[in-house]
C-alpha cells in the first residue's frame, strides 16, 4: 500500500489535556511522526534526505477537529502525499477510530522541501518522487486504497 500509509496506535495517558481529551498539540505530533514513518517505509531515512541534500519544513498545517479522542482509544492515522510540484507537497491526514472510516481528524501539511544547508527551497529529488505513489483523489480515493489493502490482506 504504498500510496497510503496507515498507523494504528492507543492512545496514551500522556497525550490527554486537561479537558479528559488528547491535546491539539498531540495530533500535530503524530502527524509529524507518521510522515517521517511513511517516508522511512520507503527508504527515506533522514541519511537519506542528508545524502540527496534535500530535507522538509513546515509551511503551514490545517487540521479540522471533529471528535473527541480519550486516553486508551485506539486509532488508525492514515497518511498520504497528494502532490508534489516543484519544491512544495501536500500531505493528507485521516485520524479514524480503530476499523470504521468516521473522521476523528482530517488535515494538511504543504511541505516545502530545501536546501540543509543554504536553507533555500529546492526542486524536491527525482527519486523521491520515484519512491512514493500520489493519492490525488482526497479522502475517497484513500479509503478505496486502504479497502483495497485490507481485502487482499484477509
Known amino acids: 500500500m504504498r500510496g497510503v500509509y ?3 496506535f492507543e492512545v496514551p495517558e500522556s497525550s490527554i489535556d486537561g479537558y479528559g481529551h488528547v491535546s491539539n498539540i ?6 509529524q511522526d507518521v510522515a517521517t514513518a ?3 517505509s520507503e527508504g527515506w531515512t533522514l541519511d537519506q534526505y542528508r545524502q540527496n541534500r534535500a530535507i522538509w519544513v513546515v509551511r503551514r498545517h490545517a487540521i479540522d477537529y471533529l471528535a473527541p479522542a480519550f486516553a486508551g482509544q485506539r486509532l488508525d492515522l492514515h497518511t498520504w502525499i497528494e502532490w508534489v510540484k516543484d ?3 501536500v500531505r ?10 468516521r473522521a476523528v481528524v ?10 540543509p544547508e543554504s536553507g533555500r527551497p529546492r526542486r524536491v529529488p527525482e527519486t523521491f518522487m520515484q519512491a512514493f505513489d500520489l493519492v490525488p483523489g482526497g ?3 484513500a479509503f478505496r486504497i486502504i479497502g483495497k489493502a485490507l481485502r487482499s490482506a484477509s
Open 6 to 8: 496507515t498507523h494504528t
Open 26 to 31: 498531540e495530533y500535530v505530533r503524530w502527524m
Open 139 to 141: 479522502e475517497a480515493e
Open 38 to 40: 511513511h517516508t522511512a
Open 87 to 89: 519544491c512544495q507537497s
Open 92 to 101: 493528507r491526514y485521516l485520524l479514524t477510530k480503530s476499523g470504521e472510516s
Open 106 to 115: 482530517r488535515a494538511e501539511t504543504l511541505w516545502v522541501c530545501v536546501d
